[in-house]
């Protein structure tokens, strides 16, 4: 899922200060799950901006609404009420949902209040690790299910560079395993390490524009 975390208070506030009724649309999927914008999350956020606005001696009107998801148009109709009796929108989605927001309610100004950090896995409670950089052409099936985009610190597709260290890390920080010695021992571990011998041509990034894509038998819904 993707990762996201608040960012710092003040920066918040300083996009926020010059607005008297503010709406905080909250995210009941991602940024729920990684503890950065549900609920609790949301709310927290309001107190804490009550409590700025109260230093300066100016009186703000809050509302908390989380949605199920904030990139569906579906579950942003829920609010729209709401967005009319309001100056501005904070949202604690990822920046997916913030861009949707703004585009379903133009006239309205809206806040990202997290920074979305990446697509990971939950390591352990409120502890991620990024996995995926989403390069729209997934290499999984011949590292051993060891992602070389957003593991190896180059991005090599064909590696390893002559920099790890002879413990297994990556030459930028001994903290950091070399992802490609990885890739060797679990390829080795699994009698496949004939996958990485092939040279594998430089990544095209041919979507990487703003990419779209409709899942296979939906195509007739979409295309005329
Ligand atoms: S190769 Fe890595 S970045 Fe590309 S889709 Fe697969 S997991 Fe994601
Ligand atoms: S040492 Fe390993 S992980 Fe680090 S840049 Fe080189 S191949 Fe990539």
């Known amino acids: 899922m993707i990762k996201a975390k608040r960012k710092p208070l003040d920066e918040i ?7 008297s009724r503010i709406l905080c649309v909250g995210c009941g999927a991602c940024t729920s799950v990684c503890l950065a914008g549900g609920q609790r999350e949301t709310e927290i956020l309001t107190q804490e901006l009550s409590e700025c606005f109260s230093q300066k001696g100016q009186r703000v009107e809050f509302s908390v609404f989380v949605t199920e998801r904030q990139c569906n148009a579906e ?123 092939p040279i594998q041509p430089p990544m095209d990034w041919i979507d990487k524009g703003p990419a779209s894509f409709i899942q296979s038998g939906y195509e007739k819904r979409y295309r005329k």
């Open 13 to 19: 506030f300083n996009m926020v200060k010059d607005y």
């Open 75 to 197: 579950y942003l109709a829920d609010i729209e009420d709401m967005v009319k009796e309001h100056d501005c929108i904070i949202s604690t989605a990822c920046g997916v949902g913030v861009q949707y927001l703004a585009e379903k309610y133009e006239s309205k100004p809206v806040f990202p209040a997290l920074n979305t950090m990446f697509i990971g896995l939950d390591r352990d409670i409120a502890f991620f690790e990024e996995r995926c950089r989403t390069c729209g052409n997934c290499k999984l099936g011949y590292t051993g299910g060891i992602c070389p985009v957003t593991c190896c610190a180059k991005s090599l597709l064909n590696g390893p560079c002559s920099g790890t260290n002879a413990d297994g890390s990556c030459e930028v920080s001994r903290d950091v395993p070399c992802a490609w010695n990885k890739i060797y021992e679990r390829l080795k571990a699994q009698n496949r390490l004939e996958n990485i011998l």
